[in-house]
């Protein structure tokens, strides 16, 4: 066998209060493409962060081509090779491509920075990721999926050996994901090595040649390419078998508590959208990037008022202007972006969970401290939030937990109807569950349910009926018995419309 061109062995680290690492190994060949899996808190992100110089290991080692390496800072990581492509892009949005392609190591001419070099130099790497635009281009007018070229571009300049990219499509469209895919396959053919951090299994399985899974900071096991399956990898992440992953079991609706007639949004006006949703039901909204499944939610909460029709809560006619509306007739929504929409990172948990009922707790025109901590100690524990109390800052919460805070503040209000917009987007499979079993218990509740969601799986598994959408239009409605993967897919890209 070839040896291994990068190899872990036994790194801890600790910080105050935990140990992020405990005795963590991997290898990773010339070419390979190796999958890093585990829970929030499993110890991924830490690990990374060691092999990109951003973090020194407390004890352990690192070699590259069998020699034991010290990266003790990110310029010596990228002197022997490795790059780490940030979830959260690392790119100058002021600067134009080949800039940030360069930046720090710009070449020079006669003391001043070389800009036809720089960009005739830039223009090379772009073309090895296949991203045709001028490195003149301001950073800032890119989409998303182009500036995630660009990181890789950046990457190549350095000439990186081994490329870390952490939950590289977690915001990007199915199109943009799909081009990454190719980029990274043809990295792979050229000899880049690649490590991998995805919390979605269907594309660990497409792409990894091996996968490493970590859990509470431990090593739990490796499954080599023909082992690689979606029940494997879940049982080594969580210790334990989740045969019955969703929870989901179906139920007799109950009335009718919202009804949606002829609603036109903002979005896509020029189609009118009805339906209802009953108490108790779970109804999932389908669709391919730009099909309006946001929008909707939006008009239905009044961030972005309906420009026609009507919507019945419990028999009462309601237009909502504004969320302050919505939240009165017994709506609650919770966005897609929870760290811009959802809570307030540098506030605590307990504020958080208060957010939404500040209005009805004051007296006086003063807040009860002892009404707010009653509350969120309730939530808390409904929701087995894990936090070491109420008063930690939410941004130092895992992304599973920051989402329950999301789902208490709104749940705090006692809502009829539940609109809930990518609810597991970028949490961890474990807390995926928790937050599938919630959905289940506020539905035998009574609650009603809308969900929009990007996963095929979780639209079919957690759906009593599914409401697909093509470009602002229902494009059919399927009952439980009816979802499969095929027929949402069959009205999600336009194809003949189906009877339910």
Same mark, same amino acid.
């Given at each position: 066998m070839t040896a291994p061109l990068l190899e872990v062995r036994k790194l801890i680290k600790s910080f105050p209060g935990v140990r992020a690492l405990k005795g963590v190994s991997l290898s990773l060949g010339r070419g390979e493409l190796l999958a890093v899996i585990g829970e929030n808190g499993a110890g991924k992100s830490t690990l990374m962060k060691i092999l990109a110089g951003v973090q020194r290991p407390d004890s352990g080692e690192i070699a590259l081509d069998g020699t034991t390496v010290e990266l003790r800072n990110v310029h010596d990581s990228l002197r022997a090779g490795i790059a780490l492509i940030h979830q959260e892009l690392n790119l100058a949005d002021n600067l134009d491509v080949a800039a940030n392609i360069f930046l720090g190591r710009e070449p020079l001419k006669g003391g001043l920075i070389d800009t036809a070099r720089m960009r005739r130099e830039a223009r090379q790497f772009l073309e090895a990721v296949g991203l045709v635009v001028d490195p003149a281009t301001l950073v800032s007018t890119l989409t998303i999926g182009h500036q995630q070229l660009v990181e890789i571009a950046k990457a190549l300049s350095v000439n990186a050996r081994v490329l870390i990219m952490d939950e590289p499509t977690s915001s990007l469209s199915s199109h943009e994901a799909e081009n990454l895919f190719k980029v990274i396959r043809d990295l792979r053919s050229r000899g880049v090595s690649l490590v991998y951090v995805s919390h979605r299994l269907g594309e660990v399985r497409a792409l990894a040649d091996r996968v490493t899974v970590l859990r509470d900071g431990e090593n739990a096991g490796n499954l080599e390419k023909t082992e690689i399956d979606h029940s494997r990898m879940v049982k080594l992440m969580v210790g334990r078998d989740l045969s019955q992953f969703y929870p989901h079991v179906p139920r007799k609706p109950g009335e009718v508590v919202l009804k949606v007639e002829r609603l036109q949004t903002r979005a896509h006006p020029r189609h009118a959208l009805s339906f209802e949703v009953r108490a108790g039901e779970i109804v999932g909204v389908a669709g391919l990037v730009g099909a309006g499944r946001t929008e909707l939610l939006e008009a239905l909460f009044g961030v972005l008022p309906a420009v026609g029709g009507v919507m019945r809560i419990g028999g009462c006619a309601l237009a909502p202007r504004s969320p302050k509306e919505a939240i009165a007739a017994g709506l609650a929504l919770v966005p897609e972006d929870r760290k811009k929409q959802g809570v307030i990172l540098e506030m605590a948990v307990r504020e958080n969970l208060c957010l939404a009922r500040l209005r009805r707790d004051q007296r006086f025109g003063f807040l009860s401290p002892t009404g707010m901590a009653r509350l969120s100690a309730d939530m808390v524990a409904a929701l087995r939030i894990k936090t070491p109390h109420d008063r930690q800052v939410v941004q130092f919460l895992s992304g599973g937990n920051q989402q329950k805070v999301v789902l208490g503040k709104w749940l705090a209000l006692k809502p009829k109807v539940? @609109?809930? !917009?990518?609810?597991?987007?970028?949490?961890?499979?474990?807390?995926?569950? $928790?937050?599938?079993?919630? /959905?289940?218990? @506020?539905? !035998?509740?009574?609650?009603?349910?809308?969900?929009?969601?990007?996963?095929? $799986?979780?639209?079919?598994? /957690?759906?009593?009926?599914?409401?697909?959408?093509?470009?602002?239009?229902?494009?059919?409605?399927?009952?439980r018995g009816a979802l499969s993967e095929e027929a949402v897919m069959h009205l999600a890209t336009g194809s003949e419309r189906l009877a339910a």
């Open positions: 539940l @609109l809930l !917009d990518e609810p597991t987007r970028g949490v961890d499979i474990g807390a995926k569950q $928790e937050i599938y079993r919630l /959905m289940e218990e @506020l539905a !035998d509740q009574g609650v009603a349910i809308l969900f929009v969601s990007s996963e095929m $799986e979780e639209i079919l598994g /957690m759906s009593d009926r599914a409401l697909v959408l093509h470009e602002g239009r229902l494009a059919g409605e399927l009952a």
